[in-house]
């Protein structure tokens, strides 16, 4: 049986945690929309400013997934939740336990840190990805349709004049 260890990510991390976002990228067919870079990792996790944590998977002592989480707030429950920004697990060590490693890493926090909800968004045609979170007990918010600002579609509307 292999050795799964969850650790918090550090500002050394940042290159491992590009490679993973690069890796998650190119699953979910949108690598051209990396962006950012390894200072970019560093400032926007680690830096002073930021409000989001990272976690990294060790399977015997290799680096095979990570996470980036934030905490967010229900207005009808009067509490905080957790949002799982990304979770990722190299293809090679799937199966293996690490990405039920990393969940459940993250309901433990959720609870002891008061949270009402665990959050995350999967893409609709990622199957084998919905498969695995139901089968943990988890069911999707299909009366919720997602909306995005972005690019320069968000600058323009910053920009008008109401």
């Known amino acids: 049986m292999s050795n799964i260890n969850i650790r918090p990510a550090t500002p050394e991390d940042a290159p491992l945690i590009l490679y ?11 690598e051209h929309e990396v962006v950012t870079d390894e200072a970019g990792i560093r400032e926007s996790i680690f830096g002073p400013q930021s409000t989001v944590s990272a976690l990294i998977c060790l399977l015997d002592d290799k680096p095979v997934g990570f996470a980036v989480y934030f905490f967010n707030y229900s207005t009808w429950l009067g509490r905080r939740g957790l949002f799982l920004e990304d979770l990722y697990v190299s293809p090679e060590f799937r199966g293996l336990g690490a990405g039920k490693a990393l969940l459940h890493h993250l309901a433990r926090e959720a609870v002891a840190k008061g949270c009402g909800r665990f959050e995350w968004n999967v893409l609709d045609w990622n199957t084998p990805a919905i498969e695995f979170y139901e089968s943990l007990g988890a069911r999707p918010q299909s009366e919720w349709t997602g909306y995005r600002l972005t690019g320069d579609a968000l600058i323009r509307f910053a920009n008008s004049t109401l």
């Open 20 to 30: 993973f976002i690069r890796e998650l990228a190119i699953y979910e067919r949108a």
